[in-house]
Nanobody, 123 residues
Framework: KVTVVESGGGTVQAGGSLRLSCTVS????????MGWFRQSPGKEREGLGC????????YYGDSVRGRFTISRDNAKSTLYLQMNDLKPDDAAMYYC????????????????WGQGIQVVVSS
């Protein structure tokens, strides 16, 4: 059984930083492209970025480019999202996903999803 578990969420003040982690089990982690997504109430799910199996290809959405950084540790089967200069608009449920795809931030390209972790940004 594949499990995807996000951690590291919480409440942070605007301008602050937070690092999310995503630990995966039940699959060969370094076969998969990993992505981060988020969704706020009343909004569509937004693809934030992804990293390919070897870390050579990263892609970021416009809203987070320059503030968020994705990385992975294949030995630990773990994906990370470093979020800096957080803004109130960054408040959302954040999701990690795994897919046998090239670089993509389209949700339909990802097969396995976590339950999500809440991030709250106070102004």
């Amino acid at each position: 059984k594949v499990t995807v578990v996000e951690s590291g969420g919480g409440t942070v003040q605007a301008g602050g930083s937070l690092r999310l982690s995503c630990t995966v089990s039940g699959l060969t982690f370094d076969d998969y492209t990993m992505g981060w997504f988020r969704q706020s109430p009343g909004k569509e799910r937004e693809g934030l970025g992804c990293i390919t199996w070897n870390g050579e290809s990263l892609y970021y959405g416009d809203s987070v480019r320059g503030r968020f950084t994705i990385s992975r540790d294949n030995a630990k089967s773990t994906l990370y999202l470093q979020m800096n200069d957080l803004k109130p608009d960054d408040a959302a449920m954040y999701y990690c996903a795994a897919g046998l795809t090239w670089a993509s931030i389209h949700a339909e390209d990802f097969t396995y999803w976590g339950q999500g972790i809440q991030v709250v940004v106070s102004s």
